[in-house]
């Protein structure tokens, strides 16, 4: 009996043994899983963090317009809306119906001219502030210069210019109340229409006529 009870005594005291020595694995496997665990949530990240220098500057950067060194080319800070652009002169561009006179130099001196060079002429026959007398055969080939008169941002005149109606109600322009013509056909800069007939003479004008 005696021999009996030790026996089963011995393999009550193995089995507590063998019960604890399990039982004290599962700590450490949990453990170990858990480092484990812990170690592939960390992997999983993009990558490290950028130090807080490096963010401070890139923010700074951003705010002022300018891009950070990391900014990818594709980004939108990038790219800057265009600011005012430099102006190409004080002289706007005319409206449409807008006629630009000007001082030309001519061979027979300083004259009265539209842009683009064409001589524009009086004709004896009109009188200051009256209509054109020109018309029917003449005015096809002297030409009524129509639209509304402009100065050239270069150019100042001593007279004044007004338009004026002629037989077709169109507005003609004249200068100093005598309707102005073109001769059809001539060359710009050209005075061939000086004095033709007697009846047909440039507008002089002096050098001092035009802005230093």
Known sequence: ???SGWT???GLGALVLLLAA???SSPSATGAAGGSSSAQSGSGSSGPAAPASSVSAAST???NGVPSPTTSPGSSASHK???PQPSQGS???PAAGTTVMIVQHSAVGFVLAVAGGQVVYTY???TKGGAPTCTGVCAQTWLPVTGTPQAGPADSFPGTFTVVKNASGVGQIAY???PLYILKGAKPYAVTGNNMDGVWHVVPLSASDIKA
Request: charged share 15%.
């Open 1 to 3: 009996m005696r021999k």
């Open 61 to 63: 950067a951003s705010k």
């Open 91 to 93: 002289q706007s561009i």
């Open 22 to 24: 399990c039982g004290g």
């Open 81 to 83: 809306t265009a600011g």
């Open 124 to 126: 004896s026959h009109d």
């Open 176 to 178: 100093n109340g005598l």
């Open 8 to 10: 089963a005594a011995t």
